[in-house]
């Protein structure tokens, strides 16, 4: 896979970022932390702005809290902790039904997309291919 890339996008984008990035980079995964690193040092470099949802922080959360790993899930919160969250609320949580129902996503899957559209993201980072059937969201990384 190719790094990815935020041309195209507008000055200092706002990006959702779904949990599998966050994770590849955070563990420095040989292959594709590559792929997503060029992100999070645009992040870095203050040229973008990362957004998550309450889900892809309990995604994330969950490796490190179920290896009962307290020092790696505080690397964690400690990353995302300057992150705007996007809370699940009921204009989100019905925006994802709709999703679902229209481009069969899974519910995880549904509520990222429907939080970055409520958000009015720039893009969806991810490298989940069940976002190709969204026509209204940019997804980098598939």
């Given amino acids: 896979m190719e790094p990815v890339s935020l041309k195209g996008l507008p000055e200092n984008p706002l990006l959702l970022i779904d949990s ?19 992100v999070f040092e645009a992040h870095a470099k203050g040229l973008a ?21 307290e020092v790696l899930a505080e690397r964690y919160r400690s990353t995302l902790r300057s992150w705007f969250v996007v ?25 990222q997309a429907a ?7 720039d893009a969806l980072i991810t490298h989940d291919r069940d976002f190709s059937g969204l026509r209204d969201l940019r997804v980098l990384g598939v």
Avoid: Q, W
């Fill in 115 to 121: 939080s970055a559209l409520m958000i009015g993201a």
């Fill in 87 to 111: 809370d699940l609320d009921p204009e989100i949580a019905e925006s994802a039904a709709r999703l679902r129902a229209t481009c069969k996503l899974k519910l995880a899957d549904a509520v």
């Fill in 20 to 38: 599998a990035p966050i994770i590849y980079v955070l563990e420095d995964h040989p292959e594709l932390a590559p792929v997503f690193r060029p």
């Fill in 49 to 69: 702005r990362f957004a998550l949802t309450t889900v892809t922080l309990a995604e994330v959360l969950t490796g490190p809290l179920g290896e009962r790993n």
